[in-house]
């Protein structure tokens, strides 16, 4: 199995290089942003409740994304691998994510880490949320998110350097060039 991260600060492209990554490797896509952004939109208690932290910008509590995420990879074993976007966003987070996978003698195999300016960060978030409509995506959110991916989810990446699979990319360019240098990462583990 190939168990890939796709990590970085909020708008650096993850959620738009996990698709890239899903039709050429054939991997399962798990989104934490987008199963939670499911649950608001379908009204259930948890997506009641995710949504008092992710319209203020905050992180969703630990133990409620980690069981989240748990239930679904448990369900969907027999797939190639997985490409994890948006999760882990926290130390414990990551910790968990190895406890998961070792169950099945497995652990994550690279991180990809997309490296991108602030201002850059915030001027793709405020574009999306022009035509997104997403309650996070305005300007004190944007700030807000980026507060805490500073202060809680940056560790993650000495984290992983000290597992030496942190592989850290220049997410500025186009898309296609951006997933170029993705594409050498992976062919090389897989090779
Ligand atoms: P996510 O859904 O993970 O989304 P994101 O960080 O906002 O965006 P992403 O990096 O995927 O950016 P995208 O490709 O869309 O999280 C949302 C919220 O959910 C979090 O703030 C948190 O509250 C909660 N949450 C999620 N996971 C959690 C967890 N594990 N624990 C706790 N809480 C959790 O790109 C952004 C924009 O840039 C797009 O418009 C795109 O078109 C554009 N773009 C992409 N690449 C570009 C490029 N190369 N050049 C120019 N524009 C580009």
Known sequence: ?????????????????????????????????????????ANTELGKLADSYMSKGELV?????????????????HVKGFIFDGFPRTVPQGEALSKMLSKHEEDVNAVISLEVADEELIDRLLKRGQISGRSDDNRETIEARLKVYYRQTSPLKEFYKERGILKEIDGIGTVDEIFRTIENEIDQLIK
């Open 1 to 41: 199995m190939l168990n890939i991260v796709i990590f970085g600060a909020p708008g650096s492209g993850k959620g738009t290089q996990s698709e890239k990554l899903v039709a050429k490797y054939g991997l399962q896509h798990v989104s934490t942003g987008e199963i939670l952004r499911d649950e608001i939109e």
């Open 61 to 77: 509590p630990d133990c409620i994304v980690i069981d989240m995420l748990d239930c679904r990879t448990e369900k969907k074993r």
